[in-house]
T-cell receptor
Framework: KQEVTQIPAALSVPEGENLVLNCSFT??????LQWFRQDPGKGLTSLLL?????REQTSGRLNASLDKSSGRSTLYIAASQPGDSATYLC?????????????FGKGTRLSVIA | SAVISQKPSRDICQRGTSLTIQCQVD?????MFWYRQQPGQSLTLIAT?????????ESGFVIDKFPISRPNLTFSTLTVSNMSPEDSSIYLC????????????FGPGTRLTVT
């Protein structure tokens, strides 16, 4: 059974710092991996989607990498801002055979201090 | 991308009652998904709703407790029946994008508190 772990569970950094969030998964036979942002009490916003054949994806100050063989992904946030404060969730999907739902980690709660 | 709306955004309900949550998508989709996020926890899939067929429930979730309707390709409802305080959660509707990449999109969620 696929398990997704995110470390650290919480992180507090001063504004302007670069930071890395980690995601690991136990079964490397994934179809894709997706990073989400969740503000308190709200829904999820998709940040980046990486297909199993890709190594990384970039969007603005965000860069996500994927090392499928080792079961790891990182989300790099450059020049952090207070508006980046949120919970970041990692989720993986297995190759489609029927319906294959996303399996989520518990998230990293990020606080960026002005 | 897909734009998803949910109603209500939040509610406070008494135990023993039922609440129906609505989900509307701005495009036609084959599958719609319902997730639950209990306080301090990650997301757990409740069921997958296909238009024109019965919903498929994940282990630990049953139709009597969480009946789902899917009357057309842009709309679904989830009912939380006979509620107890343990049902206090955020309930999220989700769809897959239509591109090959299968990016998943989520609604804003319904925050349910059962007293």
């Amino acid at each position: 059974k696929q398990e997704v772990t995110q470390i650290p569970a919480a992180l507090s950094v001063p504004e302007g710092e670069n930071l890395v969030l980690n995601c690991s998964f136990t079964d490397s036979a994934i179809y894709n991996l997706q990073w989400f942002r969740q503000d308190p009490g709200k829904g999820l916003t998709s940040l980046l989607l990486i297909q199993s054949s890709q190594r990384e994806q970039t969007s603005g100050r965000l860069n996500a990498s994927l090392d499928k063989s080792s079961g790891r992904s990182t989300l790099y946030i450059a020049a952090s801002q207070p508006g980046d404060s949120a919970t970041y969730l990692c989720a993986v999907r297995h190759p489609r055979s029927g319906n294959t739902p996303l399996v989520f980690g518990k998230g990293t709660r990020l606080s960026v201090i002005a | 991308s897909a734009v998803i709306s949910q109603k209500p955004s939040r509610d406070i309900c008494q135990r023993g009652t039922s609440l129906t949550i609505q989900c509307q998508v701005d495009s036609q989709v084959t599958m719609m998904f319902w997730y639950r996020q209990q306080p301090g926890q990650s997301l757990t899939l409740i069921a997958t709703a296909n238009q024109g067929s019965e919903a498929t429930y994940e282990s630990g979730f049953v139709i009597d407790k969480f009946p789902i309707s899917r009357p057309n390709l842009t709309f679904s409802t989830l009912t939380v029946s006979n509620m107890s305080p343990e049902d206090s959660s955020i309930y999220l509707c989700s769809v897959e994008g239509t591109s090959k990449g299968l990016e998943q999109y989520f609604g804003p969620g319904t925050r349910l508190t059962v007293t």
